[in-house]
């Protein structure tokens, strides 16, 4: 579960999300191979600035996104030390109905993390152990196409993330369906595939469902 709250003059947003997490392993774990509890607690801060165009280049939003270490690492549930994220994010509108929305942003951890490599700073619930401080640069260049007829959104997404403490780099390419069901909540689903580099996760598949208050 999470929170987003924007200020009414549109220039500031500030978030919470509380992630649970339920791990399964295949493996003898002594009574572990099954385990649930709370992860990693993300914090967010976005302003915005915006350029006064309709087309064209039309928003800049700085960043700043902090994990704490609150899921238990050696379970699988959390890095096991604080993780940041600052990053920029570009609004460019080609046309009322297609957006590209290009970002570029530095993963770092203040200690040693249990990390998932190319995953974001997701722990590896496989192998608990830390695999030394994270410092990964990111960039992405997302498009986004509005489906004003059906209330719904499609985006396609080229990550590419490259690690500064290793020599390991990660392709992946994301796909977004969305929806709104009624006028307050909407639900999407993100489906993201490894293409290239030296990830430690296939597909990754993530369900959202949010409420506009």
């Known amino acids: 579960p999470g929170f987003l709250y924007g200020l009414k003059n549109e220039k500031h947003l ?3 999300s509380i992630p649970f997490v339920h791990n399964i392993f295949e493996a003898d774990y002594q009574g572990y191979e099954n385990t649930t509890g709370i992860g990693d ?4 801060y976005m302003a915005a600035f915006t350029t006064g165009k309709s087309i064209g280049l039309s928003r800049i939003s700085p960043y700043m996104e902090i994990t704490a270490p609150t899921g238990n690492s ?8 604080w993780l940041y994220k600052p990053g920029l994010l570009f609004k460019f509108q080609a046309t009322p109905e297609i957006n590209f929305y290009p970002e570029v942003r530095f993963q770092f951890s203040g200690n ?3 990390s998932q490599g190319g995953s974001d700073g997701m722990p590896d ?3 608990p152990e830390k695999d030394g401080k994270l410092q ?3 960039f992405q260049i997302p498009v986004v196409i509005q489906l004003e007829s059906a209330q719904a959104w499609f985006s396609l997404n080229a990550q590419y993330m490259q690690s500064l403490t290793e020599d390991e780099y990660f392709i992946f390419l994301r796909t977004d369906f969305g929806k709104m069901i009624g006028n307050k909540t ?3 689903l993100s489906i993201s595939k490894f293409i290239a580099g030296q990830p430690r996760l296939n597909v990754w598949v993530q369900a959202k469902f949010q409420f506009f208050l």
């Open 136 to 138: 990964n640069l990111s």
């Open 112 to 114: 040693d993390a249990n």
């Open 125 to 127: 619930p496989e192998d």
């Open 74 to 81: 050696q379970l699988g549930r959390g890095a096991g030390t």
């Open 41 to 44: 607690i993300r914090m967010l």
């Open 14 to 16: 500030v978030g919470l």
């Open 186 to 188: 909407s639900a999407a």
